[in-house]
């Protein structure tokens, strides 16, 4: 977990392969057990910082 607001937040380091099946999980059960819409974000590791 990472965050401090009321829904939580989550960094998942998953499979490309993955990435739908989670998603899909999350937006199914996340509602349920907390009366929340879930938001998911899909981010891609880049190279690190350099000169712009």
Known sequence: MTGGGFGGC????????KVDE???AVNAE???RF???ADCYVCHARDGAGKV
Not at 10 to 17: C, F, G, Q, S, T
Request: proline residues 12%.
């Open 10 to 17: 989550i960094v998942a380091l998953l499979r490309p392969e």
């Open 30 to 32: 996340y509602p349920v």
């Open 35 to 37: 009366g929340l819409a």
């Open 22 to 24: 989670v998603i899909a």
